[in-house]
């Protein structure tokens, strides 16, 4: 079903807006748990594409993306379908932290105020006070993180 509804998504997304996803995306990835993964994962399947058109670019700070944007036009599409699904990725990952935060608010401010963000910091703090975490909230963490 996950496999349908992205193919579903690409059909329905321009490159543009891709492109735009992925930036966008790439560039809050210092926050995302998962990020060196995906990065490699970017790195490898557009290995060529970079050598071919950015390998004068120093990477960091999105400059790598943001020229494999310039050259849109010109990747492969194996490094194009790599970013889409990239994109969709931290979507999805920016989807869940939003509902787990919005139905965690209130243990969040009450039990995790002193717990600087990030790093699953904040998800480790509302396990280790489970019994106060109300039902919502064990809720969202369980369709997100699968606890």
Not at 14 to 21: D, G, N
Not at 55 to 60: E, F, I, L
Request: with cysteine.
């Amino acid at each position: 079903m996950v496999i349908k509804n992205n193919i579903i998504k690409e059909n329905n997304m321009t490159k543009k807006s891709v492109w735009l996803a992925a930036i966008i995306a790439i560039s809050i990835a210092p926050t995302v748990f998962a990020q060196d993964t995906l990065v490699e994962h970017l790195i490898i399947e557009c290995e060529s594409d970079i050598k071919n058109y950015c390998s004068q670019v120093t990477p960091g700070n999105g400059r790598l993306l943001h020229c494999m944007a310039a050259h849109e036009d010109k990747i492969s599409g194996q490094c194009d379908y790599a970013l889409y699904q990239a994109a969709s990725v931290l979507e999805q990952l920016s989807m869940a932290i939003s509902y787990v935060a919005k139905e965690c608010q209130s243990e969040i401010q009450n039990l995790c105020s002193d717990i600087k963000a990030g790093e699953g910091r904040i998800l480790v703090c509302l396990e280790d006070n489970a019994e106060e975490v109300g039902a919502a909230c064990k809720t969202a963490i369980a369709n997100t993180v699968g606890e």
